[in-house]
């Protein structure tokens, strides 16, 4: 089986747990306004890869990736289950840690043949960075060109699985820098038992340059990256909403 990957990255620090091999499927549905790598979109873009020849790069520097692992990024790397899972089942067969980082954007809780293929992908992932853009559902399809339904519903899902998720959001200004969005997110956060870390992320503007290279026009152009106080401030909001419903849940 072969895969279309984007590019690898041999050295990844902020994806997982670790030092990460991190590989970019190529693939997204997702329209992200803030998003930094474009041209990770068209399904058909990037280059074919098969399981061994991303596991004899990873073999290269194993000693190196001794505390981390593979982290499985995009696009959305749930476009290329099939691949995915082969490649997650011969990684476990040497005891490598496996990660994806994704969106859940394409969970279909009422489609029998994507669960069983995910929940076989599932018995192989030993965790799941999930990205969640906007609690608000209007606001998360005017950000990202889809509701947050199915990433909702992915987030139940896994929490009825038991599989631990590290929760990640990215705080802009304008966007999802807002106290009630925010306090949202956390209650949702903390309504998850299955949650071990939560990041959140100031949004930064690395977005821009890779839109002129494509000759594309950034959607969010003359907004500021987030500030270290606003960050901070985000942070607060946020850790609030988790602590009220973990505290009402005691």
């Given amino acids: 089986m072969k895969g279309r990957v984007h590019s690898i990255e041999s050295c990844g ?5 670790g030092v990460r091999f991190v590989v ?8 992200c306004l803030y998003c930094h790598n474009p041209d990770t979109w068209n399904t058909d873009g ?4 098969t399981v061994s020849e991303i596991l004899e790069q990873f073999e290269h520097k194993r000693s190196f990736y001794e505390n981390g692992g593979i982290t499985v990024t995009g696009g959305e790397p749930l476009l290329q289950i ?10 476990k067969k040497t005891a490598i840690h496996t990660c994806i980082d994704s969106s ?7 489609n029998s043949t994507f669960l069983e293929k995910l929940d076989r992908l599932l018995e192989v992932t030993d965790l799941i960075l999930l990205d969640i853009k906007h609690i608000n559902k ?28 590290w929760i990640r959001h990215v705080v802009v200004p304008t966007i999802t820098f807002n106290e009630k969005y925010l306090r949202e ?17 100031p949004y930064h503007t690395m977005g821009v340059k890779k839109y002129e290279s494509i000759d594309k026009e950034y959607p969010l152009k003359g907004i500021e990256a987030l ?6 401030q985000a942070k607060i909001w946020l850790s609030e909403g988790i602590n009220e419903v973990r505290k009402n849940n005691t």
């Fill in 185 to 201: 997110t956390g209650r949702f956060i903390g309504s998850l038992s299955n949650v071990r870390t939560v990041e959140v992320l």
């Fill in 82 to 91: 099939d691949f995915l899972t082969e490649l997650f089942t011969e990684a």
């Fill in 227 to 232: 500030g270290k106080e606003d960050l901070a």
């Fill in 13 to 17: 620090t902020v994806d997982g747990p």
């Fill in 104 to 110: 859940g954007i394409v969970f279909n809780q009422n």
């Fill in 46 to 49: 990037g280059h074919e890869m």
């Fill in 138 to 165: 209007e606001e998360h399809e005017k950000l990202t060109s889809h509701s947050n339904d199915n990433i909702i519903a992915f987030a139940r899902y896994l929490e009825q699985k038991n599989i631990d998720i």
């Fill in 24 to 31: 970019f499927l190529q693939g997204c549905p997702m329209r």
